[in-house]
């Protein structure tokens, strides 16, 4: 007790053998702090512990939900998904502790180019795409230790749930609303994620699928090489209603040095309709392989995407250079009291 009013004294908390250092966010249903480990394997190690909020923790929707996020999330094993670490309860307190991911999530990055008009490089975002498309197709490929197929949808894909780091390391985390047979049971009309980067059949209430993920991340990449969002409306009913439309304008309309098969490839990743099935459906696709129906598996992105860019700015200092070069910018450009 001693130590626990020490710690909040000083703006800190003692969460079991974790101390909450810095508050970073909050969702739905759950908190995230910046922690250090008093003890254990993890002392000297940067942390981050999400942990479900006071007023869901004796309600066993939300409980059910957080512990199926925990389950999925540690079955999880790839170099640009966020690791975690360690699950469990601590009074009385539903947790899960990840390793903290120190740099900028791109929600951040994507909001101070557009504010300072700073254009980010092509095979710079080209990279993050592919980074983000290898952990989607891993995460809906991903199957249990029994070998049982998980069929992980992310359904959050969204630029604050990307990140990177200061050493150059690219992630995608917060599976806090993923859908999996087995593990998680949602209503089919629950609309989850953010408005600008949901899928047709999110919108709608359909089944989400693998082009689902696809389609965000679409959406995120259209808005790094472009600087702003592919669809865009006064709200989120006329958001929707572009989306559904597919009324953008053409990535390449706007930055006119990409390839057209890059454009291409963009606008296949955020196209509202998804292949017919059937005969015509193959027939349309293979007669035209470069249709505007969207891909339906990130292995098709990926194939399409990899020639397109230098996969050599995918280098962890190259990757570093260029955050810390925004940063600078950054710096430069702000008020000394805003620094």
């Excluded at 304008?249 to 454009?263: M, V």
């Amino acid at each position: 007790m001693l130590l626990l009013g020490r710690a909040a004294e000083m703006g800190e908390e003692l969460f079991g053998k974790y101390r909450l250092i810095e508050f970073i966010g909050k969702g739905g249903m759950a908190e995230v702090y910046k922690a250090s480990a008093e003890s254990g394997p993890f002392v000297g190690r940067n942390l981050a512990i999400k942990r479900i909020l006071p007023e869901f923790q004796d309600n066993s929707e939300y409980t059910d939900l957080f512990l199926a996020e925990a389950d999925l999330t540690r079955m999880l094993k790839h170099h640009a998904i966020i690791p975690v670490l360690e699950t469990g309860i601590i009074a009385g307190r539903y947790y899960i502790l990840m390793d903290f991911i120190s740099g900028m999530d791109l929600e951040k990055l994507t909001y101070w180019c557009q504010q300072f008009s700073i254009t980010l490089p092509v095979d710079f975002c080209c990279f993050i795409a592919y980074t983000i498309a290898e952990a989607l197709s891993y995460a809906h490929n991903a199957k249990s230790p029994s070998g049982t197929p998980l069929n992980i949808v992310h359904c959050d894909v969204t630029p604050a749930n990307i990140f990177i780091s200061d050493m150059g390391e690219i992630f995608l985390g917060d599976f806090g609303v993923s859908q999996s047979i087995g593990l998680l049971q949602r209503d089919e009309h629950a609309v989850m994620g953010k408005a600008s980067y949901m899928a047709p059949e999110q919108i709608t209430g359909q089944e989400v699928l693998s082009a689902t993920d696809i389609f965000a991340l679409g959406t995120i990449f259209y808005q790094l090489i472009t600087g702003r969002p592919a669809y865009k409306g006064k709200n989120y009913n006329a958001t929707w209603d572009a989306i559904l439309a597919g009324s953008h304008t053409q990535a390449i309309k706007l930055r006119p040095e990409i390839s057209p098969e890059l454009n291409m490839v963009i606008e296949r990743a955020i196209a509202p309709n998804l292949p017919a099935g059937g005969l015509h459906g193959w027939l349309r696709h293979n007669l035209t392989p470069w249709s505007t129906e969207r891909y339906t598996a990130a292995d098709e992105l990926l194939k399409d995407l990899g020639p397109l860019f230098d996969h050599k700015i995918g280098d962890p200092l190259a990757i570093a250079a260029v955050v810390r070069g925004i940063q600078h910018v950054l710096k430069s450009k702000q008020p000394a009291s805003c620094r």
